[in-house]
């Protein structure tokens, strides 16, 4: 039966159903199959007076088989499933362990009653997916949990402990055990009666409507440009009819949100954050990291201590200074007194990861950790100074790491007699929130050493992208490209603030120039400055305008002014902008012209792509999927978008290729081809082929 993933099992009076489709029991069409078949199993046999379904391995079912979203539907569906096993004459009971996430918490709600054991949790993810529960979910979690929980786990996604889940009637029992133990006592309870049993299907839920309204309300503002948040409400509010009816909405819903390009960008997202995982350097043995050293107390450093210690590492921290340090110390408790407050640590786990941290002014304290992680100021002769030191200080196989976000990591390691323990670890700040590692692999970088790169990542729970050394990385590099763009609309006639509500419009959380406030101008200053020497005199310069307002000593929220004014909590215009402005298209002879929001987004985002595309080119992302994990977890690109080259992707290579000779006319020297894009405009290929290795 079923390729052997659904089997049954007879003991006395009651019959057990166990599924085991490896890795998280993904409820695809063998496994909805064999449940079927598995009923009429059961029923044929005649003896069975309850049924126990569990799950094999580490989870209960982690929900539908994403991988069959897209495809032609395969019979039976999983809705028809869950209704099969609600109509079902003999009860059955399901015992969760692991998660029973989006399909899988509505097999169990289809069941008559629901055990979980102590570890489990529950969740109505699909939300995430950019769908929403299409297997009743939005009919049942109501009907069990009452329309306010509900609504709060179908909007969130969030996993929900038993314990939570028992609260609010999504669970009827914890016991702790085996599942196949918890599952047989389970079903025998069932028959004596000290499990009560019942059809959700055939519960009322009681109105809500002012949790209706306002959640409606509260959706519409949090995710303008998302379909499924509202429509999960809709169906939530559905579910005080009729259920067949309610039923019959969920699903006509669901078809809407399924093949919209929100979901298969959310979704695009889901695997491509399991898909960077996938290096070269994956089967080398990565080496142990039980204590990290971090050199500079800044933000970064800060930052970075600050996630290894809520990793449970034991952090020495290092500046030149003890005016310095105290600061580092303090910017690190502040840090991890705001993961209290946001509820990610306890104050216990608090009190022990700062238990965890040494402060020191000497270098040599750094002897004996095993992976040393440099922050400092981003200037080569500074960095060089300090490799050549921790080459001399560090024990033979310490890791040695440079934050670097720019500067080649080849040179760095040459400072050493061990480049092969070298590699650059680029976190993004404020590094103990942002998801992003690019782990940065330098000509000499031995494979083990990448793997520990992507071990620490796992063990901060951060997302690793390998990146190859180039200015920049991955990121950064096509960063330092498109963001040219956005200052070449403003020198050619749009207003900053056009060019952040266009780009807010296509979904970034902040356009451009809200964002430079908030990183701070100077640092693009300094960077315009560094690569003054070695600007190709063809190149256009954009960087007119920002260096007035540096020159003036507006860096943005730090000097309450910048692109804007900020005052409190306000963003104000800042009255001195247009004349700037004014001033330096005037000096560059330049007569402003007016652009649409549409051509704002469209000239940014072919700029981004044609860099992105560079980047793959020329081996800096090991594919396509790596660059688009990058903007997602690194650089606030739309999620449902995908990622920018899977965005490429719904606007094709012929179009983009057309795009980019039209601007051409006007800069030839911004505007080329990429080559692989021109191959595949000819080709009819595309980003996502070259994701599967085509
Ligand atoms: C749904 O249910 C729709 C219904 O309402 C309606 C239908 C009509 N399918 O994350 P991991 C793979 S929508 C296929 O590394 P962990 C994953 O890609 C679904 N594959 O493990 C990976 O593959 P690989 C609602 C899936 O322990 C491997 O399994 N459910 C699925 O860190 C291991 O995954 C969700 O959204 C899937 N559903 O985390 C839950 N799930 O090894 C999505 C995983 O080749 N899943 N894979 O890279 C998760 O959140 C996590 O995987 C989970 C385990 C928490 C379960």
């Given at each position: ?16 159903i166990?599924?085991n ?14 449940i ?9 046999a ?12 580490r ?7 994403i991988?069959?979203?897209?495809k ?6 999983l809705?028809e499933v ?5 109509d ?6 399901a ?8 399909g ?13 054991v ?13 769908i929403l ?6 009919q ?8 306010s ?23 009827d ?18 028959v ?36 499924s948040p ?17 039923l019959?909405?969920?699903?006509a819903?669901?078809m ?37 050293g ?7 450093g ?33 840090n ?13 786990k608090?009190?022990a ?14 002897a004996?950790v ?5 922050a400092v ?6 960095k ?15 890791v ?5 976000s ?10 050493t007699?061990?480049?092969q ?20 692999v330098?000509?000499k ?8 790169g ?17 200015d ?17 609309l403003?020198?050619d ?7 952040d509500?266009a ?9 451009p ?39 003036n ?7 309450s002014?910048g ?16 004349a ?10 330049i007569?402003p ?7 704002i ?17 020329d ?15 690194g ?6 978008r ?15 290729v057309?795009?980019i ?33 085509k």
């Amino acid at each position: 039966m079923g390729e052997n993933k659904v089997t049954v099992e007879f003991v006395e009076d009651v019959a057990l159903i166990c599924i085991n489709n490896p890795p998280v029991n993904a409820s695809g069409v063998v496994v909805r199959q064999g449940i079927v078949d598995a009923l009429d199993e059961i029923k044929a046999a005649g003896s069975a007076k309850a049924i126990g379904l569990y799950c094999a391995g580490r989870t209960f079912i982690a929900g539908a088989d994403i991988t069959e979203f897209g495809k032609p539907p395969l019979e039976p569906g999983l809705p028809e499933v869950c209704n099969i096993l609600e109509d079902n004459e003999i009860p059955i009971v399901a015992v969760i362990h692991g998660t029973a996430l989006g399909g899988g918490l509505e097999t169990a709600m289809g069941c008559h009653a629901r055990v979980a054991v102590p570890t489990a949790k529950v969740g109505l993810p699909e939300v995430l997916l950019g769908i929403l529960p299409g297997a009743g979910g939005t009919q049942r979690a109501p009907r069990l949990a009452g329309i306010s929980n509900a609504l709060d786990l179908i909007l969130s996604g969030r996993h929900v402990p038993a314990k939570d889940a028992l609260e609010m009637g999504l669970v009827d029992r914890i016991d702790d055990g085996e599942p196949r133990e918890v599952a047989l006592a389970a079903a025998k309870d069932v028959v004596v009666g000290t499990l009560a049993t019942r059809r959700t299907g055939e519960l009322t839920t009681t109105p809500d409507d002012a949790a209706i309204e306002t959640t409606m309300a509260a959706v519409q503002k949090k995710h303008p440009h998302l379909i499924s948040p509202q429509k999960c409400v809709e169906c939530v509010a559905a579910s005080t009819g009729d259920f067949k009816e309610g039923l019959a909405f969920e699903r006509a819903r669901f078809m809407e949100c399924l093949p919209s390009p929100q979901s298969k960008g959310l979704i695009h997202a889901f695997f491509g954050e399991r898909a960077v995982a996938n290096i070269p350097e994956r089967k080398a043995q990565a080496r142990d990291i039980a204590s990290v050293g971090v050199i500079g107390g800044g933000t970064m450093g800060s930052g970075i201590s600050t996630s290894a210690l809520m990793a449970g590492l034991p952090v020495t921290l290092i500046e030149v200074s003890q005016e310095g340090l105290d600061r580092g110390v303090a910017t690190i408790t502040g840090n991890l007194d705001g993961a209290v407050k946001r509820g990610k640590m306890s104050p216990e786990k608090r009190d022990a990861a700062l238990a965890k941290l040494t402060a020191s002014t000497e270098m040599e304290s750094l002897a004996e950790v095993d992976l040393v992680i440099e922050a400092v100021f981003e200037k080569m002769e500074i960095k060089k100074e300090i490799f050549t030191k921790l080459d001399a200080i560090c024990k033979d196989g310490a890791v040695l790491a440079s934050n670097t976000s720019y500067l080649d990591v080849n040179e760095i390691a040459a400072m050493t007699r061990r480049p092969q323990d070298v590699l650059g670890l680029h976190f993004f700040s404020p590094a103990h929130i942002m998801k992003l590692l690019e782990v940065v692999v330098g000509e000499k970088t031995a494979p083990e050493v990448v793997a520990t790169g992507f071990a620490l990542a796992k063990k901060m729970r951060k997302v690793a992208v390998r990146a190859g050394v180039c200015d920049g990385f991955i990121g950064n590099r096509i960063l330092g490209h498109y963001l040219k763009t956005a200052s070449y609309l403003v020198l050619d006639g749009a207003h900053p603030d056009q060019v952040d509500k266009a780009l807010e419009g296509f979904g970034f959380a902040m356009g451009p120039h809200r964002v430079g406030d908030l990183a701070g101008l100077d640092i693009g200053y300094m960077t315009r400055k560094r690569l003054a020497a070695t600007r190709p005199a063809e190149e256009r310069y954009g960087g007119a305008i920002a260096d007035r307002l540096s020159e003036n000593g507006w860096n943005g929220r730090k000097t309450s002014k910048g692109y804007y004014v900020y005052e409190g909590r306000d963003t104000l215009e800042n009255p001195d902008l247009n004349a700037i402005i004014d001033e330096e298209r005037a000096r560059a002879g330049i007569t402003p012209r007016v652009f649409s929001d549409e051509e704002i987004v469209e000239r940014y985002m072919t700029a981004m792509i044609s860099e992105a595309a560079r980047v793959v080119e020329d081996g800096i992302a090991l594919r396509p999927v790596d660059v688009d994990v990058v903007f997602l977890s690194g650089y606030g690109f739309p999620r449902f978008r995908g990622g920018p080259l899977h965005y490429a992707d719904t606007i094709g290579a012929a179009e983009l290729v057309k795009r980019i000779e039209a601007y051409a006319q006007e800069d030839a020297h911004y505007w080329k081809v990429p080559a692989l894009l021109r191959k595949m405009a000819e080709d009819g290929g595309s980003f996502a082929d070259l994701n599967k290795g085509k």
